[in-house]
DNA sequence: CGCCGATTGACAACTTCTTGCCAGATCGAG
DNA sequence: CTCGATCTGGCAAGAAGTTGTCAATCGGCG
């Protein structure tokens, strides 16, 4: 077998990135995209280019599919990009469930986002035909069960704007009634503004969304 | 007035690693730091040279002070590093509080890191005597009402290990008895190490917790 | 061997949070 | 102008978390 079908562990992103960058302008058929935040796939760093730059050659045919957490619509920066995403004419679908980060180019090359060790991570871009046959197929299964960007950014528009200020109160460690108060506004509603950000992080627990708001640099 | 006494800002830590390991290297009577983690001022990224190369010059005079925040010691890469600075003759200390995060070098240069900003930090140098002597003495104030590194490890050195697991089931997002099953301990104890968790974090509520956990690299 | 200090687990009281329900207010469409 | 939809705030029930107390256990020390 030729040995360009193997799997090959990259490490950092400053070795995946261009990879990456370069896989997207050589791809001919299909690029789908899960991502649990814009800064695993070098969009938020800016190494990969603008979805603009993708409109030309979805307009020839290519399909592009980008499939997020709903937690980063709560960054006005990256709901901007997604929407840009859409507008290019590319397929943006929304779940609040944790996903395992890929990349799928032409059906024929997978690259899976691998844990944070001493923190670099690890990719692993896989051409195995089998292989990514079966990555191709687990992300269409969450592809599935995704919901449409605009129904999302429709609920969490509101959301977003004030989701800064939310934050901020809840990161101070200070109870809902004194939070509540600090924003202007009752406590049942204060709560009800919570529910909604937990919904959109997918949280469980407060424990868990201080983690998840953090880690997609929401504070 | 000769233009080194002046205030520069310095942005990213490209730019103030280096300045960091040279001032380090410079210093003839004190250095003075105060950081919430071992990542603003390169500790962790190894930008900085580490503590053992220091032991020579304090043992000629250079006096070393390091003030940290407790969170920190549960890291056990932090809580090496702490001791180890201790080991070299540094002298460290421990508060729970926030810390204003502050270099100064022999009185006449203080580093302080500011906020955030796109991702990039922003660092100010200041050479300007009355300045400094006012960073001096707030660093001062801080050392003052810190407690001795010996003392705050002795009592977070069990709690460092078990915290990675019990971070990990708060990260989960599940409720404190399915937590406590899971680590085998009773919902009693488990409680009691949450509380230590967060008292050692300096958290008041859970969310504030996940997200100085997140912070530090806990999770 | 006995005593003491530390720790654990059970229980409980209290606080904080989660979510449902309902009345009233507001706004937009017909 | 009316009506329906939506949102807010108050109230409340229940769940989850916070912390205190006490009895039991264990290990170390004299």
Redesign the pocket.
């Known amino acids: 077998m030729p040995n360009t079908e193997t799997i090959a562990v990259v490490r950092g992103e400053a070795e995946i990135h261009p990879r990456i960058a370069h896989l997207f302008t050589t791809a001919k058929t299909e690029i789908s995209c899960a991502a649990n935040d814009l800064h695993t796939w070098g969009i938020r760093t800016g190494s990969v280019q603008g979805p603009q730059s993708l409109a030309p050659r979805i307009a020839e045919g290519l399909v592009v599919r980008k499939l997020y957490r709903s937690g980063i619509l709560l960054d006005p920066l990256c709901a901007r990009y997604a929407n840009a995403v859409q507008s290019a004419g590319g397929d943006v679908r929304i779940t609040p469930d944790e996903l395992n980060e890929t990349i799928v180019i032409d059906g024929r090359i997978a690259i899976l986002a691998g844990d944070l060790s001493h923190g670099v991570r690890s990719y692993s871009v896989v051409t195995v035909p089998e292989v990514v046959q079966g990555v191709s197929s687990l992300y269409a299964a969450a592809w599935r069960s995704a919901t449409p960007l605009s129904t999302w950014d429709r609920r969490v528009a509101e959301l977003r704007e004030m989701a800064p200020r939310i934050l901020e109160v809840l990161a101070s460690g200070c ?3 004194t939070a509540a108060r600090t924003l202007g ?5 204060y ?2 503004r ?2 909604e950000l ?1 919904a959109a992080l997918g949280a469980g ?2 424990f868990q969304a201080g983690v998840k708001a953090r880690e997609l640099g929401l504070i």
């Open positions: 109870k809902d009634e506004l009752s406590v049942r509603t709560r009800r919570v529910a937990m627990s407060r």
